[in-house]
């Protein structure tokens, strides 16, 4: 069993910036590919950003590119998203996941397996 853990949302003015945490328990994931997520209400959860198992390669959705960053620290288990220069379309719920089985960066939410519970991130104009 894999258990992914988020934080770091909150509100932000536009133009700010925050970094969400996600660290896994129960068993290691973080050294497989891991991404995060979005989703508002009425819309379909859209990839943000993947990442290697070695951190060596990174996929962003166009919307985010120049602005957000993946990062992992494997020996904490734990995957970063940095968010910087934050707009307020960028409120959403986002959504730490892990593939649990393959090495290389995707954007396919079918390949994450294990899915953290969210955490809230609002940018107000």
């Known amino acids: 069993q894999v258990q992914l853990a988020e934080s770091g949302g909150g509100l932000v003015q536009a133009g700010g910036s925050l970094r969400l945490s996600c660290t896994a328990s129960?068993?290691?994931?973080?050294?497989?590919?891991m991404g995060w997520f979005r989703q508002t209400p009425g819309k379909e959860r859209e990839f943000v950003a993947g990442?290697?198992?070695?951190?060596?390669?990174?996929y962003y959705a166009d919307s985010v590119k120049g602005r957000f960053t993946i990062s992992r620290d494997n020996a904490k288990n734990t995957v970063y998203l940095q968010m910087n220069s934050l707009k307020p379309e960028d409120t959403a719920n986002y959504y730490c996941?892990?593939?649990?089985?393959?090495?290389?960066?995707?954007?396919?939410?079918?390949?994450?397996?294990?899915w953290g519970q969210g955490t809230q991130v609002t940018v107000s104009s």
């Open positions: 990442i290697s198992w070695t951190g060596r390669s990174t």
């Open positions: 996941a892990s593939t649990g089985r393959i090495t290389t960066a995707t954007m396919a939410s079918s390949s994450y397996n294990y």
């Open positions: 129960g068993r290691t994931t973080s050294t497989y590919a």
